[in-house]
């Protein structure tokens, strides 16, 4: 099966319904996208399906064909970290870090649909599970980001 | 009456031991030649520092002027390697980011004494040598208890003070100076007179062979130019781009992966599998391993080694175990609790005279769940088994346990075992065990050669926990009119975590019931003035697996005690604050934290209707702790927690950007736990199994914490567990103000409240 990640062509030989997770971890060793629950209820395995964040361990491959799929790996361009990533930085948000991937993934899809989203459109949107319990640096950190869309447009 | 030492001076002389054992000083601990007599044999293998030159077991120095800063503390999110690094940073006078840190092996330099002697209370005490020595001779090395800055808060200073008077020996003969001519800076020593200067890199290699200053000249705390002040964490660029690397992302060539199911019924055993022909010709699959709490199928890749796993029929013996219940064990604490004190830990004059002439007598019961740890990273470890020989891959708190673990169940030399310690995408205290590192091994010695990765689903991870104990607790107390407490009794009843805990992973340590030191922790020895008090715990026994779980005993305690201070405090019509203000002694360390936490969070200020707040108060792990939570509330139940006001006194500090994260980080998790958590058995059978059943604190949830740091010169306190045990009572105590609602057991959801 062909799948594109990254913006590279991968054959991988897997059964069509293995999940995208698996996929990326154990067969491309893309292991920036993390294992949570395996239920899309964490949102640690978060990754974009044509710019749009999804919760790639009830994704099966077969589904995925013709799509391009970006992962962690790909969102810092030439060592050069995104806004969502440096604001992560600034704001100190990671602790144990295992789940920062999804979230990071989830809110940069949040802000390339609507560069001003809401604070009720952020809370409903973002639903990944921390349990080191970063919420309130992750809420800095985006509300830095808002600042900066605001002023770079 | 014979001095005791402080903690302070017993880290000296600590740091005086390992130093002058490992570097060469002679020093001998007197144990009979086990450890650290033979001053020329070096206590560690320099094993992860090959092509640096070792001034000390902790500092490395390359020929490219990199630091190598020996760490063999977990870092689990908690900070500990930024804030170790600054530590030694600060006498080393090099930046944070020329230092890099490697996890040594389980070697004696590294122990962690401050956790092993933890429950002492005096450091002459029989026991506190006794745990002293074996922390060296096992050698102890764990995070654990919000230990790490306790027991590194001076050694890792001497350490680079040490190193540098090393270097700047070596610079004193190179230019013929004294040494107040010299200075450090930023990895160079640099000579004032001349203005000449050169890498520590290129000093190394003489430094090395210099005798060390076990006891150099620490900095005046007014001089830290890095200590106590925010400062950027080490490891955050990997883990905002997905490069850091956990347990569970180890890839090695050839490796394959295992998943497990475990038998479902707890204390009970698999006798067979009953399909073992189809699963094994399901694809990738290559092997099945069979032991009697559970089995593994190894495959090619983690996805069909779960599904070939989940596809598993057991044969069990339920081991009579299959009426287990949450209520079976309910029931057992009850009874328990209403039979005498087993264990009494503290009895301080009479209280049954006390009860008699105290105005009135009041009296409460609570109780609390079992609970998961949940941490992200579901367990998993990495095994590679040769012949004499085995390499370990994993996150873990306790690597003296892995090693240990591993030399048993692969049958070599403790000394053939390596480990290689990766990041933990969370601990709080399940790391801490070995029973996942035992299969790991078990299943890669069926295929010796091959590197294994074993990774539990979430459900295994959650159903097949070390879980934190259901706990129940009376409390009797006498109240004056004035508002004086004359008398305090409180018994609490629970399955020992200490025995269970170390009964699995280090049996012969296992103490007696009499000497679990977690059991009644933070329900002894309170700051209140109590008058005559008697405080105790009893056990019942169980067939479930218990562990250390963020704050273990606090959690609980914390709890019960500051529920039920709360309810004198309405049973005195007296205000909760100033309640509890009274009861502490004027110009304490608590009661200033107290006072503190009621001035950030305008306490006497009225709030808007459907607002309220609670208040509790708890010390841990060194530290204290005060906090403030202000919810809204609506007559359906419905609420949210929209501001938690924290206050920690923790003594001198190293990262307070740390301290503030763990605040948030502990109050999150006591929120959770107070509002969500809880694990039921029913029929034998653990009845949560993954986050949609074991629900957990989301974003739209988040309160806004404000946490205020107290200024002192104290020792250092922990910080990882100490904002943990007071939320659920600040929480539960501001529905009552809110409602007239006492709740007197967890979590919330069970009766009706519901977080929005």
Redesign the interface.
């Known amino acids: 099966m062909k799948i594109n990640v990254n913006g590279i062509d991968r054959e991988v030989d897997?059964?069509p319904n293995?999940?995208l997770?698996?996929v990326l971890?154990?067969?491309l060793?893309?292991?920036?996208?993390?294992?949570?629950?395996?239920?899309a209820?964490?949102g640690?395995c978060t990754v974009h399906l044509d710019g749009q964040a999804v919760r790639s361990c009830v994704l099966p491959i077969a589904a995925l064909q013709g799509k391009a799929i970006t992962?962690?790996?790909s969102?810092?361009k030439d060592d050069r970290?995104s806004r969502v990533?440096q604001a992560?930085?600034d704001h100190?948000?990671?602790?144990?870090?295992?789940?920062?991937?999804g979230m990071?993934m989830a809110v940069e899809s949040l802000f390339a649909n609507n560069s001003q989203p809401s604070e009720e459109e952020?809370?409903?949107s973002?639903?990944?599970?921390?349990?080191?319990?970063?919420?309130?640096?992750?809420?800095e950190a985006i509300k830095e980001v808002l600042t900066q869309n605001q002023e770079n447009g | 009456m014979a001095k005791e030492r402080t903690r302070g001076q017993k880290i000296s002389r600590r740091a005086f031991i390992i130093s002058g054992a490992v570097i060469g000083g002679g020093f001998a601990l007197g144990l009979g030649g086990v450890a650290f007599s033979n001053y020329k044999k070096k206590q560690f293998s320099g094993m992860g520092f090959e092509g640096a030159k070792s001034l000390n077991a902790f500092i490395h120095i390359t020929p490219d002027n990199k630091i190598k800063l020996a760490i063999a503390r977990a870092e689990m999110g908690q900070g500990v390697h930024t804030a170790l690094a600054m530590l030694t940073a600060e006498e080393l006078e090099v930046d944070l980011d020329q230092i890099e840190v490697i996890h040594p092996q389980v070697e004696s330099p590294y122990a962690n004494v401050n956790l092993a002697t933890h429950y002492e209370r005096t450091s002459s005490s029989t026991g506190f040598h006794f745990m002293e020595k074996v922390a060296y001779i096992l050698p102890y090395i764990a995070t654990g208890g919000s230990t790490t800055i306790r027991d590194g808060y001076e050694h890792y200073r001497i350490m680079g003070a040490s190193a540098k008077e090393m270097l700047m020996k070596v610079a004193m003969k190179k230019w013929f100076v004294d040494i107040d001519k010299l200075k450090a800076e930023k990895g160079f020593i640099i000579n004032t007179e001349t203005g000449e200067k050169v890498t520590y890199g290129s000093l190394a290699p003489f430094a090395a062979e210099e005798k060390p200053n076990n006891r150099p000249t620490l900095k005046a705390k007014s001089n830290f130019k890095i200590i106590g002040k925010p400062t950027q964490r080490i490891d955050l660029k990997g883990k905002v781009t997905g490069a850091a690397e956990y347990g569970i992302d180890v890839r090695l060539p050839n490796m394959l992966f295992a998943a497990v199911q475990h038998c479902p019924i707890t204390g009970g055993e698999i006798t067979s599998i009953m399909n073992e022909a189809e699963v094994m010709a399901m694809r990738g699959v290559k092997h099945i391993v069979q032991w009697p709490a559970g089995a593994a199928v190894i495959a090619d890749n983690t996805w069909r080694a779960q599904q070939a796993a989940k596809a598993l029929t057991f044969e069990i013996d339920s081991k009579g175990q299959e009426q287990l219940s949450s209520a079976h064990i309910s029931k057992l604490l009850k009874a328990r609790l209403d039979k005498e004190i087993g264990h009494i830990k503290e009895d301080i004059d009479d209280t049954a005279t006390a009860f008699e002439t105290s105005d009135r007598v009041f009296e409460a019961e609570y109780e609390v769940p079992f609970l998961a740890h949940a941490t992200m990273e579901p367990i998993n470890c990495t095994v590679l088994v040769e012949e004499d020989k085995a390499k370990v891959w994993v996150g873990h708190q306790a690597p003296f346990l892995v090693t240990m673990a591993t030399a048993k169940e692969a049958d070599i030399n403790s000394s053939k075992v390596e480990i290689d310690i990766k990041y933990l995408g969370g601990g709080f205290g399940r790391r801490a065990e070995n029973d996942f590192v035992t299969e790991a091994v078990r299943i890669a010695k069926s295929m010796k050669g091959t590197p294994i990765q074993m990774v539990w689903s979430r459900e295994e991870d959650t159903q097949f926990d070390t879980y934190r104990p259901a706990a129940m607790a009376r409390f009797k107390a006498g109240i004056n009119n004035d508002g004086t407490i004359p008398a305090w009794e409180n018994h609490v009843t629970l399955q020992s975590v200490l025995r269970s805990s170390i009964g699995r992973n280090f049996p012969l340590m296992t103490p007696p019931e009499s000497q679990d030191t977690t059991a009644a922790e933070g329900a002894l020895g309170l700051a209140y003035n109590l008058g005559a008090r008697k405080v105790g715990y009893s056990f019942i026994e169980s067939p479930m697996r218990l562990g250390f779980w963020r704050s273990v005993g606090h959690s609980y305690n914390g709890f019960f005690t500051e529920s039920f201070i709360d309810e004198l405090a309405n049973e005195a019509d007296t205000d909760p604050y100033a309640f509890r203000a009274k009861l502490l002694s004027s110009n304490s360390r608590q009661k200033k934290v107290l006072d503190k936490v009621a001035q950030i969070s305008n306490w006497n200020s009225p709030l808007p209707e459907g607002k309220s707040r609670g208040i509790a108060f708890h010390e841990s792990f060194g530290s204290i702790v005060a906090q403030v939570a202000e919810i809204s509330i609506n007559p359906d139940k419905e609420f949210s927690v929209d501001k938690v006001f924290c206050v920690i006194d923790c003594g001198n500090y190293v990262n307070p950007d740390t301290i503030i994260a763990q605040m948030q980080s502990g109050i999150v998790f006591g929120l959770t736990a107070a509002v969500y958590g809880e694990i039921t058995i029913e029929e034998g059978k653990i009845q949560q199994s993954n986050f949609p059943n074991y629900e957990m604190w989301k974003l739209k949830h988040m309160p806004e914490v404000f946490t205020h740091i107290m200024e002192n010169n104290e020792a250092p306190g922990g910080v990882g567990e100490p904002g943990t045990p007071p939320i659920a009572p600040a929480l539960t105590n501001a529905i009552f103000a809110a409602t007239g609602e006492r709740v007197r057991s967890l979590p919330l959801k069970n009766h009706g409240f519901k977080l929005v």
């Open positions: 897997v059964e293995m999940p997770l698996w971890r154990d067969e060793n893309l292991t920036g996208t993390k294992y949570g629950c395996g239920v209820a964490c640690a992962t962690i790996e969102i810092a970290l990533q992560w930085i100190q948000v990671p602790q144990c870090g295992y789940c920062q991937s990071i952020i809370d409903a973002i639903s990944n599970i921390c349990r080191c319990g970063t919420y309130q640096r992750i809420k």
